[in-house]
């Protein structure tokens, strides 16, 4: 089979299940109106993007697998733990990009593996003869000693291993940093949807890699309500949330992400780095903040059971 290239997802300036691998909707939402009660967020576009990265600069481009290790039978999916070992040992990881939320790794043997981070999985780089931590759930050791560590407090993160791709990949949206996402593919997206905004564009085959961070921050630049209906917007109004997604997205990629708290939990990179991108946040976890662009108090609601964060004001709830 040839070599599998994910779609141009550059990010320089220029439906739930689809797979018998993953699951892919976001995780469910934790309830509760208080802002401490739903501190865990699935990593998006941009947090995968900046792993990445980490794991190309860190070299692992070109790097052969020495040795794999499962510690939980399954964080591997599609596979027995002891036939994923088998399968990876000795294999050299040729390239590493990005699909919507998922880790793409291209092998020498034209296989290639997929990692779904869910809410908590990290990867770490670590020196030779680093011990496992507790909640690390697989580990591989490279040809020069280092370990690539996949921590993973709740143990929803998911490996793959497919000999294609496309297969599971295939009902992802377009990717929003793409050349070929114009405003004419979102708009063609959105015609005649009666759902609302919001869930829709959380929906990954909708559009690939938003959640709920990014989607709360499109709608508020583009002064659109999260619950309006998709077909009712106007073209002006696609145009500035088309403008609106991408000015998002490539702001929290330059700052490495977005770290919400401290805990082990939260998002780091591969280098252990905090996420910069809380700091840009202009109403994502801002309830009762004053709105940057009209003072008026931010509120929390909940559209289709996803806490939702709205400037009442700027985002009027019918079409003006």
């Known amino acids: 089979m040839a070599a599998y290239r994910t779609p141009d997802s550059s990010v320089n300036d220029s439906p739930a299940d689809i797979s018998p691998c993953f699951y892919l909707a976001d995780h469910p939402p934790l309830g509760g109106t208080n802002e401490v009660r739903y501190a865990l967020d699935m990593p998006e576009l941009p947090e995968v993007e900046t792993v990445v990265r980490g794991l190309r600069a860190a070299g692992l481009e070109g790097a052969r697998i020495r040795e794999v290790r499962v510690r939980w039978h399954r964080t591997v999916s599609g596979l027995t733990p002891a036939a994923f070992v088998r399968a990876l040992r000795g ?4 390239r590493l990009t990005r699909r ?7 092998l020498d043997n034209n296989r290639h593996m997929l990692v779904h981070l869910r809410m908590t ?5 670590e020196p030779p003869g680093t011990r ?15 370990q690539v560590h996949f921590h993973d407090t709740r143990k929803f993160g998911r490996v793959c291993l497919t000999d294609d791709p496309r297969r599971h990949l295939a009902t992802l949206g377009p990717e929003p940093l793409a050349r070929a996402f114009t405003v004419a593919v979102l708009r063609q997206r959105l015609a005649g949807r009666r759902r609302k ?18 989607v709360d921050e499109a709608l508020w630049q583009a002064c659109i309500h999260p619950a309006r209906r998709a077909a009712t917007l106007s073209l002006a109004e696609v145009v500035r949330l088309h403008a609106a997604i991408r000015a998002v997205l490539r702001r929290a990629v330059a700052a490495g992400g977005t770290t919400l708290g401290n805990g082990d939990t939260n998002f780091y990179s591969v280098a252990g780095r905090r996420g910069r991108n809380a700091d840009r946040l202009k109403i994502f976890r801002r309830t009762d903040l004053p709105c940057p662009r009209c003072s008026a108090r931010i509120v929390r609601i909940v559209v289709s059971q996803r806490g939702t964060h709205v400037c009442p004001r700027c985002q009027r ?3 003006s």
């Open 132 to 146: 496992a931590d507790l909640h690390d759930r697989l580990v591989l050791t490279l040809a020069d000693g280092r």
């Open 121 to 125: 999985g990290q990867f770490r780089l």
């Open 197 to 214: 905004i919001k869930p829709l564009l959380l929906d990954q085959g909708c559009v690939a890699g938003l959640g709920n961070i990014y």
């Open 100 to 106: 919507a939320k998922y880790i793409v790794a291209e």
């Open 317 to 319: 709830a019918s079409p």
């Open 91 to 94: 294999r050299v990881i040729r």
